[in-house]
């Protein structure tokens, strides 16, 4: 069953969204409403997203593979940790999605110890 619920963009800007459901709970699925096209993972009750897909099937992909890396329904405080943040980001770019997170925060942090962890292992890109 969908529900709504309200996105804060931290400019004091907010947008009210019909959120899915997923198998991860604390994780919905939503489109970014009049954004555009693209589905995003969200953390429900902090309504930050984590990701961004061109489709709402890799959305859901990506909740179900983050199943059991933390708890979901915890407020956003008990989420900040590099491992969380990290399985994060795999799960997000293993299911053809874009990782969000904001400047100068730990999942920006810890996206870029990740990019330079993967460049400098063999094959990784440059």
């Keep these: 069953m969908s529900a709504t619920i309200t996105l804060d963009h931290g400019n004091g800007s907010t947008t009210t ?15 970014r409403g009049p954004f555009g096209n693209e589905w995003r993972l969200t953390h429900y009750q902090s309504s930050n997203a984590l990701g961004e897909f061109d489709s709402y099937v890799d959305a859901q992909d990506a909740a179900e ?12 405080e008990e989420l900040q940790s590099e491992l969380v943040i990290w399985k994060a980001i795999d799960a997000v770019e293993n299911c053809n999605g874009r990782f969000l997170c904001r400047k100068g ?3 920006e942090q810890v996206a870029g110890k990740r990019a330079a962890y993967l460049a400098a292992q063999p094959g990784g890109a440059a």
Excluded at 17 to 31: E, F, I, K, Q, S
Excluded at 65 to 76: F, K, N, Q, R, S
Aim: proline content about 10%; cysteine-free; charged content about 5%.
């Design 65 to 76: 593979a983050l199943y059991g890396v933390a708890d979901w329904t915890a407020g956003p």
């Design 17 to 31: 969204v019909t959120a899915h459901p997923t198998t991860t709970p604390g994780l919905v699925v939503h489109d």
């Design 105 to 107: 925060g730990l999942g």
